[in-house]
């Protein structure tokens, strides 16, 4: 099993919609997750963090299922430029080295 | 501030040459990643640098691949001689070594092994 796995899509939504990721993770000593977004041919850079609560930013919410070990990420009111990969990180308790996930392509059309 | 600097931008070379990428890390920041991005595997990490370090080299390939740090502003990934399943675009990341914080990437080198 992969250390950290996404759905690459793609999720191919219309304008105003509404999308969720999620992104599951093997180690359960697992402590703080990430998504970032990545632009075609352009390099990774963070979105948001996740916190154990969940939080918010803008339209986008993210949250994390400690005891499924999953994250998700929640769009709403799709925008155009919100047409992407994303990418869920995870970092492993006491580690600074952070694994990435293979991303999830979204395409928002009008 | 400038960012993650990476060069060359794109490198195309023939098979059995050596390939120098280069990257300067934000100032102050004292964690450097070197990262290799395909369609197949995805974002693989290559080595991981702490205050000019290497900490944790496991993902790098194979012998023909070498990465140094000689100082805080400047590190080099070396592939020596390079196959053409090197192909791939090459990622710089520093961070300033927290566990929570955030990894701030170069503009990557797309390397073309021919």
């Known amino acids: 099993r992969k250390e950290v796995e996404q759905d690459p899509g793609p999720f191919n939504v219309p304008e105003g919609a509404t999308v969720a990721f999620n992104c599951t993770y093997s180690n359960s000593a697992s402590q703080s997750f990430f998504w970032y977004r990545q632009d075609c041919r352009k390099e990774p850079k963070l979105l948001m963090s996740v916190y154990s609560s969940g939080n918010e930013d803008g339209r986008f919410t993210a949250q994390l299922n400690r005891a499924s070990q999953y994250i998700s990420l929640l769009i709403r009111d799709s925008k155009l430029s919100d047409s992407a990969t994303y990418l869920c990180?995870?970092?492993?308790?006491?580690?600074?080295?952070?694994?990435f996930g293979r991303g999830t392509s979204l395409i928002v059309h009008p | 501030d400038a960012g993650v600097i990476q060069s060359p931008r794109h490198e195309v070379t023939e098979m059995g040459q050596e390939v120098t990428l280069r990257c300067k890390p934000i100032s102050g920041h004292n964690s450097l990643f070197w990262y290799r991005q395909t369609m197949m595997r995805g974002l693989e990490l290559l080595i991981y640098?702490?205050?000019?370090?290497?900490?944790?080299d496991s993902g790098m390939p194979e012998d023909r691949f070498s990465a140094k740090m000689p100082n805080a502003s400047f590190s080099t990934l070396k592939i020596q001689p390079s196959e053409p399943r090197d192909s791939a675009v090459y990622f710089c990341?520093?961070?300033?070594?927290?566990?929570?914080?955030?990894?701030?990437f170069g503009s990557g080198t797309q390397l073309s092994v021919l």
């Open positions: 990341a520093s961070s300033n070594g927290t566990v929570n914080e955030k990894l701030f």
């Open positions: 640098f702490n205050n000019n370090v290497p900490i944790d």
């Open positions: 990180v995870v970092r492993p308790g006491g580690s600074y080295i952070p694994t």
